[in-house]
Protein backbone atom coordinates (compact mmCIF):
# COMPACT_ATOMS: atom_id res chain seq x y z
CA UNK A 1 0.00 0.00 0.00
CA UNK A 2 3.05 2.71 0.51
CA UNK A 3 4.73 1.27 -3.06
CA UNK A 4 1.05 1.84 -4.46
CA UNK A 5 0.50 5.26 -2.54
CA UNK A 6 0.25 8.09 -5.40
CA UNK A 7 2.44 11.52 -5.15
CA UNK A 8 -0.88 13.61 -4.16
CA UNK A 9 -1.57 10.82 -0.88
CA UNK A 10 -4.22 8.92 -2.86
CA UNK A 11 -4.73 5.63 -4.16
CA UNK A 12 -5.96 4.60 -8.06
CA UNK A 13 -5.16 2.20 -10.23
CA UNK A 14 -1.87 2.67 -10.69
CA UNK A 15 0.99 4.38 -9.43
CA UNK A 16 3.81 6.11 -10.99
CA UNK A 17 3.04 7.70 -14.87
CA UNK A 18 -0.18 8.85 -15.18
CA UNK A 19 -1.48 7.96 -12.10
CA UNK A 20 -5.07 9.64 -10.78
CA UNK A 21 -5.69 8.95 -7.26
CA UNK A 22 -9.92 8.13 -7.02
CA UNK A 23 -12.09 8.67 -3.63
CA UNK A 24 -13.38 5.17 -3.27
CA UNK A 25 -10.23 3.25 -3.55
CA UNK A 26 -8.54 5.77 -1.27
CA UNK A 27 -10.93 5.91 1.04
CA UNK A 28 -10.90 2.11 0.89
CA UNK A 29 -7.16 1.56 2.08
CA UNK A 30 -7.68 5.06 4.68
CA UNK A 31 -10.62 2.94 6.33
CA UNK A 32 -8.39 -0.23 6.45
CA UNK A 33 -5.28 1.59 7.80
CA UNK A 34 -7.44 3.34 10.57
CA UNK A 35 -8.61 -0.32 11.76
CA UNK A 36 -5.49 -2.25 11.16
CA UNK A 37 -3.62 1.03 13.81
CA UNK A 38 -6.58 0.39 15.96
CA UNK A 39 -6.17 -3.44 16.12
CA UNK A 40 -2.20 -2.87 16.91
CA UNK A 41 -0.54 -2.96 13.46
CA UNK A 42 2.24 -0.90 13.32
CA UNK A 43 1.20 1.86 10.53
CA UNK A 44 3.43 5.03 8.73
CA UNK A 45 1.58 7.44 10.28
CA UNK A 46 2.89 10.00 7.48
CA UNK A 47 1.46 7.46 4.85
CA UNK A 48 -1.90 7.31 6.56
CA UNK A 49 -2.37 11.46 7.15
CA UNK A 50 -1.18 12.05 3.32
CA UNK A 51 -4.28 9.41 2.79
CA UNK A 52 -7.03 11.41 5.39
CA UNK A 53 -5.54 14.93 3.85
CA UNK A 54 -6.32 13.57 0.20
CA UNK A 55 -10.35 12.66 1.54
CA UNK A 56 -10.21 16.11 3.12
CA UNK A 57 -9.63 18.11 0.43
CA UNK A 58 -12.15 15.64 -1.81
CA UNK A 59 -14.76 16.50 0.14
CA UNK A 60 -14.56 19.88 0.62
CA UNK A 61 -14.41 20.03 -3.22
CA UNK A 62 -17.66 18.07 -3.08
CA UNK A 63 -19.39 20.19 -0.74
CA UNK A 64 -18.22 23.29 -3.01
CA UNK A 65 -20.49 21.67 -5.90
CA UNK A 66 -23.05 21.10 -3.80
CA UNK A 67 -23.32 24.71 -2.73
CA UNK A 68 -23.16 25.97 -6.45
CA UNK A 69 -26.35 24.36 -7.02
CA UNK A 70 -28.22 26.41 -5.47
CA UNK A 71 -26.62 29.35 -7.95
CA UNK A 72 -26.40 27.03 -11.08
CA UNK A 73 -23.08 28.17 -10.92
CA UNK A 74 -20.26 25.72 -12.51
CA UNK A 75 -19.04 22.61 -11.34
CA UNK A 76 -22.31 21.71 -9.34
CA UNK A 77 -23.58 18.92 -7.81
CA UNK A 78 -27.50 18.27 -7.16
CA UNK A 79 -27.38 16.43 -4.25
CA UNK A 80 -24.75 14.29 -2.16
CA UNK A 81 -24.33 10.67 -2.65
CA UNK A 82 -23.18 7.37 -0.90
CA UNK A 83 -19.22 8.27 -2.19
CA UNK A 84 -19.82 11.20 0.14
CA UNK A 85 -21.34 9.04 2.70
CA UNK A 86 -18.18 6.79 2.87
CA UNK A 87 -15.85 9.46 2.77
CA UNK A 88 -17.36 11.35 5.18
CA UNK A 89 -17.30 8.06 7.49
CA UNK A 90 -13.97 7.51 7.24
CA UNK A 91 -12.74 11.56 8.11
CA UNK A 92 -14.86 11.79 11.29
CA UNK A 93 -13.08 8.07 12.20
CA UNK A 94 -10.07 10.40 12.01
CA UNK A 95 -11.66 13.05 14.30
CA UNK A 96 -12.31 15.89 10.87
CA UNK A 97 -15.51 16.43 10.65
CA UNK A 98 -17.06 18.67 7.88
CA UNK A 99 -20.42 20.42 9.13
CA UNK A 100 -21.42 21.30 5.40
CA UNK A 101 -20.90 18.07 3.95
CA UNK A 102 -22.85 17.02 7.14
CA UNK A 103 -25.92 18.88 6.63
CA UNK A 104 -25.91 17.95 2.68
CA UNK A 105 -25.84 14.66 3.38
CA UNK A 106 -28.41 14.68 5.88
CA UNK A 107 -30.82 16.68 3.49
CA UNK A 108 -30.45 14.44 0.49
CA UNK A 109 -30.24 10.97 3.01
CA UNK A 110 -33.22 10.11 0.83
CA UNK A 111 -30.65 9.56 -2.55
CA UNK A 112 -28.70 7.51 -0.51
CA UNK A 113 -29.25 3.33 -0.52
CA UNK A 114 -29.48 1.59 2.88
CA UNK A 115 -25.22 1.08 3.08
CA UNK A 116 -24.84 4.76 2.48
CA UNK A 117 -27.41 5.60 5.09
CA UNK A 118 -25.70 2.85 7.53
CA UNK A 119 -22.29 4.63 7.10
CA UNK A 120 -24.12 7.86 7.31
CA UNK A 121 -25.44 6.49 10.66
CA UNK A 122 -21.98 5.76 11.96
CA UNK A 123 -20.89 9.14 11.55
CA UNK A 124 -23.52 10.60 13.45
CA UNK A 125 -23.35 8.25 16.39
CA UNK A 126 -19.23 8.94 16.61
CA UNK A 127 -20.19 12.82 16.48
CA UNK A 128 -23.31 12.05 19.33
CA UNK A 129 -25.48 13.46 16.91
CA UNK A 130 -28.50 11.63 18.53
CA UNK A 131 -31.39 13.24 16.51
CA UNK A 132 -30.22 12.98 13.18
CA UNK A 133 -28.67 9.68 14.13
CA UNK A 134 -32.61 8.83 15.16
CA UNK A 135 -33.87 9.77 12.17
CA UNK A 136 -31.64 7.45 10.33
CA UNK A 137 -32.19 4.54 12.20
CA UNK A 138 -35.79 5.05 10.83
CA UNK A 139 -34.99 5.27 7.73
CA UNK A 140 -33.17 2.08 7.21
CA UNK A 141 -35.65 0.44 9.37
CA UNK A 142 -38.20 1.01 7.18
CA UNK A 143 -36.32 -1.89 4.99
CA UNK A 144 -36.03 -4.04 8.23
CA UNK A 145 -37.95 -7.68 8.32
CA UNK A 146 -38.21 -9.78 11.54
CA UNK A 147 -39.12 -13.12 11.50
CA UNK A 148 -40.06 -14.51 14.96
CA UNK A 149 -40.47 -17.82 13.85
CA UNK A 150 -36.82 -18.20 13.30
CA UNK A 151 -35.44 -15.49 15.69
CA UNK A 152 -33.92 -13.43 12.39
CA UNK A 153 -34.10 -10.14 11.19
CA UNK A 154 -33.23 -8.67 8.17
CA UNK A 155 -32.59 -5.69 5.44
CA UNK A 156 -35.21 -6.24 2.64
CA UNK A 157 -33.41 -4.57 -0.66
CA UNK A 158 -34.63 -6.76 -3.48
CA UNK A 159 -35.63 -3.77 -5.06
CA UNK A 160 -32.97 -1.01 -4.41
CA UNK A 161 -32.15 -1.11 -7.83
CA UNK A 162 -28.36 -0.52 -7.00
CA UNK A 163 -27.27 -3.86 -7.83
CA UNK A 164 -24.17 -3.46 -10.09
CA UNK A 165 -22.69 -0.72 -7.83
CA UNK A 166 -20.60 -1.22 -4.83
CA UNK A 167 -22.91 0.60 -2.79
CA UNK A 168 -25.21 -2.12 -4.09
CA UNK A 169 -24.39 -5.23 -1.50
CA UNK A 170 -26.86 -6.67 0.30
CA UNK A 171 -24.31 -8.22 2.74
CA UNK A 172 -22.10 -5.39 2.91
CA UNK A 173 -24.94 -3.53 3.49
CA UNK A 174 -26.18 -5.29 6.25
CA UNK A 175 -22.71 -5.63 7.31
CA UNK A 176 -22.79 -1.79 8.24
CA UNK A 177 -26.03 -1.87 9.74
CA UNK A 178 -25.07 -4.36 12.16
CA UNK A 179 -21.51 -2.38 12.66
CA UNK A 180 -24.18 0.75 13.44
CA UNK A 181 -26.30 -1.59 16.04
CA UNK A 182 -22.99 -2.63 17.71
CA UNK A 183 -22.36 1.18 18.56
CA UNK A 184 -26.16 2.03 19.24
CA UNK A 185 -28.04 -0.78 20.28
CA UNK A 186 -25.79 -4.07 20.58
CA UNK A 187 -28.00 -5.57 23.46
CA UNK A 188 -30.90 -5.27 21.05
CA UNK A 189 -32.91 -8.01 19.54
CA UNK A 190 -32.72 -6.57 16.31
CA UNK A 191 -28.76 -7.19 16.47
CA UNK A 192 -28.75 -10.72 17.91
CA UNK A 193 -31.62 -11.88 15.06
CA UNK A 194 -29.51 -9.97 12.33
CA UNK A 195 -26.43 -12.07 13.67
CA UNK A 196 -28.34 -14.75 13.23
CA UNK A 197 -29.57 -14.20 9.63
CA UNK A 198 -26.12 -13.29 8.42
CA UNK A 199 -24.99 -16.62 9.80
CA UNK A 200 -27.54 -18.89 8.47
CA UNK A 201 -26.64 -16.85 4.72
CA UNK A 202 -23.43 -18.34 4.28
CA UNK A 203 -22.63 -20.46 1.56
CA UNK A 204 -22.12 -23.58 2.84
CA UNK A 205 -21.69 -22.59 6.10
CA UNK A 206 -18.08 -20.42 5.19
CA UNK A 207 -18.47 -17.30 3.20
CA UNK A 208 -21.02 -14.65 2.05
CA UNK A 209 -20.77 -13.66 -1.94
CA UNK A 210 -17.35 -12.55 -2.14
CA UNK A 211 -13.61 -12.09 0.29
CA UNK A 212 -15.00 -8.17 0.53
CA UNK A 213 -18.55 -9.06 2.05
CA UNK A 214 -16.93 -11.81 3.96
CA UNK A 215 -14.39 -9.98 5.59
CA UNK A 216 -16.69 -6.99 6.44
CA UNK A 217 -19.53 -9.28 7.74
CA UNK A 218 -17.05 -11.22 9.92
CA UNK A 219 -15.83 -7.36 11.11
CA UNK A 220 -19.11 -6.53 12.19
CA UNK A 221 -19.94 -9.23 13.72
CA UNK A 222 -16.49 -9.16 16.08
CA UNK A 223 -17.57 -5.34 16.83
CA UNK A 224 -21.49 -6.75 17.80
CA UNK A 225 -19.02 -9.76 20.16
CA UNK A 226 -17.55 -7.01 21.93
CA UNK A 227 -20.23 -4.51 22.11
CA UNK A 228 -22.66 -6.81 23.22
CA UNK A 229 -20.37 -9.02 25.63
CA UNK A 230 -21.19 -12.12 23.70
CA UNK A 231 -17.26 -12.19 23.74
CA UNK A 232 -16.89 -13.60 27.73
CA UNK A 233 -19.36 -16.65 27.51
CA UNK A 234 -19.17 -18.76 30.91
CA UNK A 235 -21.97 -21.57 30.02
CA UNK A 236 -22.46 -25.14 29.67
CA UNK A 237 -24.93 -26.23 26.96
CA UNK A 238 -26.31 -29.53 27.44
CA UNK A 239 -28.15 -31.61 24.38
CA UNK A 240 -31.32 -33.54 25.10
CA UNK A 241 -32.93 -35.87 22.79
CA UNK A 242 -36.05 -37.34 24.03
CA UNK A 243 -34.92 -36.95 27.38
CA UNK A 244 -31.70 -38.93 26.79
CA UNK A 245 -28.10 -36.27 27.25
CA UNK A 246 -26.11 -36.34 24.13
CA UNK A 247 -24.02 -33.79 24.15
CA UNK A 248 -22.30 -31.49 26.98
CA UNK A 249 -19.74 -28.71 25.77
CA UNK A 250 -18.42 -26.12 28.52
CA UNK A 251 -17.97 -22.38 26.32
CA UNK A 252 -15.54 -20.22 27.60
CA UNK A 253 -13.95 -17.20 26.21
CA UNK A 254 -10.75 -19.25 25.73
CA UNK A 255 -12.56 -21.72 23.43
CA UNK A 256 -15.79 -19.90 22.12
CA UNK A 257 -14.41 -20.55 18.50
CA UNK A 258 -13.06 -23.66 18.98
CA UNK A 259 -15.53 -25.75 21.49
CA UNK A 260 -17.02 -28.60 19.41
CA UNK A 261 -20.46 -27.41 18.65
CA UNK A 262 -22.21 -30.34 16.69
CA UNK A 263 -24.02 -33.62 17.63
CA UNK A 264 -24.51 -35.56 14.41
CA UNK A 265 -27.04 -38.67 14.49
CA UNK A 266 -27.10 -41.11 12.11
CA UNK A 267 -28.50 -44.23 10.84
CA UNK A 268 -30.21 -45.84 12.98
CA UNK A 269 -29.78 -43.31 16.06
CA UNK A 270 -32.33 -41.31 14.09
CA UNK A 271 -35.42 -43.53 15.20
CA UNK A 272 -39.03 -43.16 13.59
CA UNK A 273 -42.43 -40.97 15.53
CA UNK A 274 -41.83 -37.55 16.77
CA UNK A 275 -38.53 -36.87 18.52
CA UNK A 276 -38.09 -33.90 21.21
CA UNK A 277 -34.86 -32.42 21.22
CA UNK A 278 -33.86 -29.79 24.03
CA UNK A 279 -31.04 -27.35 24.66
CA UNK A 280 -29.91 -26.47 28.00
CA UNK A 281 -28.00 -23.92 29.58
CA UNK A 282 -26.19 -23.29 32.65
CA UNK A 283 -24.27 -19.98 33.34
CA UNK A 284 -24.17 -17.13 30.66
CA UNK A 285 -23.83 -16.48 27.28
CA UNK A 286 -26.41 -16.60 24.22
CA UNK A 287 -26.68 -19.83 22.64
CA UNK A 288 -27.40 -19.92 18.83
CA UNK A 289 -28.44 -23.20 17.01
CA UNK A 290 -29.94 -24.53 14.47
CA UNK A 291 -31.57 -28.25 13.23
CA UNK A 292 -31.12 -29.65 10.37
CA UNK A 293 -32.75 -33.07 8.91
CA UNK A 294 -31.49 -34.61 5.58
CA UNK A 295 -33.46 -37.87 3.87
CA UNK A 296 -32.29 -40.26 1.52
CA UNK A 297 -33.75 -43.24 -0.46
CA UNK A 298 -32.37 -46.39 -1.46
CA UNK A 299 -34.75 -47.63 -3.49
CA UNK A 300 -33.95 -47.43 -7.74
CA UNK A 301 -35.35 -44.48 -9.23
CA UNK A 302 -38.77 -44.47 -11.00
CA UNK A 303 -38.88 -43.30 -14.45
CA UNK A 304 -41.33 -41.95 -16.13
Not at 102 to 123: E, S, T
Not at 126 to 132: C, F, I, N, S, V
Not at 274 to 288: L, M
Amino acid sequence: LSAMQLSDGGWGWFSGWGERAFPHTTATVVRGLQIARESGVAVSPSMLERGIAWLSRYQAKEAARLKNAATRSEPLKTHADNLDALVCMVLVDAGLDHPEMRHFLYRDRDHLAVYGKAMLGMGFARLGQTEKLSMIMQNIEQYLVKDPENQTAYLNLQNSGYWWCWYGSAYEAHGFYLKLLAQTEPKSEKASWLVKYLLNNRKHATCWNSTRDTALCVEAMADYLKASGEDRPDMTVEIYLDGIRHKVVQVTPENLFTFDQKLVLTGKAVTSGDHFIEIRRKGTGPVYFNAYLTCFTLEDFITR
